[in-house]
């Protein structure tokens, strides 16, 4: 029997983790394992290589993925699909193992379509794949921001201002939310609560001037990329409140680093559950995780459904602030 793995998409840290399940738990059942590179682009050219124990020595904690990744539109062509899903049946692939986000799950929907069997691992740092409660990479990211609004507030205090700090998170604010709660920070906004609004611009303003009058002499603000531009915020609040504004815009450094503990276990079981799948003769399914077990839930649910801020969590975090 033969499997393939890919990667695509962004990057998660925990993505070399969930190959190398896929590779080692593939061996022990007596399975080829090829990877093609570059994620369906390499699949489309036929970029591929055979896995074995060797070739995913020592990467469970390095951030990234040895097979890389990319975003390859051509891939929304049906020739394209078509050519990809020929190169997997050249080589007697029973299955293809998809690691990405929501994205990469409708590509893979597309290539069941084609008949190709195909299982999704979901890898995203915005945790905003339907049909699981975290996906890999999400823990790494949220420790990395959680990290770097530590270090703001010290120079926050130190200088008595104001910081607007933007995290990734254009459709789910789900770093933002997390870190907030973790990071103590002073307010956060979500897609779902525009930051450039009147509204929030308001709130934001008076939390600022009421901590000053309580001695407060610093504020952290969070803005999920997908709720406003920091800049713009930061501007708008200098204007109304006089006070010292910086903006941190912390980009893709949230990607990167060596996965937590979390994310490595997180990817080796929904991996090693997705190579049992496809040797059960299952496919057309994501693999994820669901109160505390692994789930399965059809390909289409996952791109098509949409992950929701948990309202509760959200009022909770500014009951905390």
Same mark, same amino acid.
């Given at each position: 029997?033969?499997? $393939? ?21 593939? =061996?022990?059942?007596?399975?080829? *394992? ?29 951030? #990234?993925?040895? /097979? ?6 051509? +891939? @929304? ?10 190169? =997997? %049946? ?13 994205g990469s799950m409708a590509g893979a929907e597309k290539l069941q379509e084609l008949g190709v069997g195909?299982?999704?691992?979901? $890898? ?6 339907? &049909?699981?409660? +975290?996906?890999?990479? +999400?823990?790494?990211? @949220? ?28 459709? !789910? ?9 973790? &990071?103590?920070?002073?307010?956060? !906004? @979500? ?9 929030? /611009? ?5 939390? *600022? ?5 309580? #001695? %407060? ?8 990329? &997908?709720?406003?531009? $920091? ?10 409140? %006089? ?7 912390? &980009? ?9 503990? +979390?994310?490595?276990? @997180?990817?080796?079981?929904? $991996?090693?559950?997705? *190579? ?12 994820? =995780? ?6 399965? *839930? ?14 509760? /969590? ?8």
């Amino acid at each position: 029997m033969n499997l $393939a793995v890919l990667t695509s998409g962004g990057d998660s840290p925990g993505m070399n983790a969930a190959v190398r399940a896929v590779v080692r738990k593939g =061996l022990a059942e007596k399975t080829r *394992v090829f990877g093609f590179y570059e994620g369906y682009r390499g699949l489309s050219e036929n970029q591929y290589g055979v896995l074995d124990h060797e070739s995913v020595s020592e990467i469970i904690d390095r951030g #990234g993925t040895i /097979l890389r990744t990319a975003r390859y539109q051509r +891939f @929304l062509e049906r020739g394209t699909r078509e050519k990809a899903a020929a190169n =997997l %049946k050249a080589l007697d692939v029973t299955a293809l193992i998809v690691i990405g986000g929501n994205g990469s799950m409708a590509g893979a929907e597309k290539l069941q379509e084609l008949g190709v069997g195909t299982i999704g691992v979901p $890898a995203s740092i915005d945790n905003d794949v339907y &049909g699981t409660d +975290f996906s890999i990479g +999400f823990d790494t990211a @949220l420790n990395t921001v959680v990290d770097m609004l530590s270090k703001l507030r010290d120079t926050a205090s130190a200088h008595e201002r104001i910081f607007i700090v933007e995290v990734m998170g254009r459709k !789910c604010g789900a770093i933002a939310l997390y870190s907030g709660m973790a &990071g103590g920070a002073d307010h956060v !906004c @979500l897609p779902e609560t525009p930051a450039t609004s009147e509204l929030q /611009l308001s709130q934001m303003s008076e939390i *600022v001037n009421r901590r000053y009058r309580v #001695g %407060k002499t610093h504020t952290i603000i969070i803005i999920a990329e &997908g709720s406003g531009s $920091a800049e713009e915020v930061g501007r708008a609040i200098h204007e109304r409140t %006089k006070r010292d504004v910086r903006v941190s815009v912390l &980009g893709h450094v949230q990607r990167g680093g060596s996965p937590s503990a +979390f994310d490595r276990i @997180l990817a080796s079981t929904l $991996a090693s559950r997705a *190579v049992e799948l496809a040797i059960a003769g299952e496919s057309g399914v994501m693999v994820g =995780l669901g109160g505390g077990r692994v789930t399965t *839930v059809p390909l289409v649910d996952t791109y098509t459904k949409t992950v929701r801020t948990d309202p509760e /969590l959200a009022k909770l975090a500014s009951v905390l602030s």
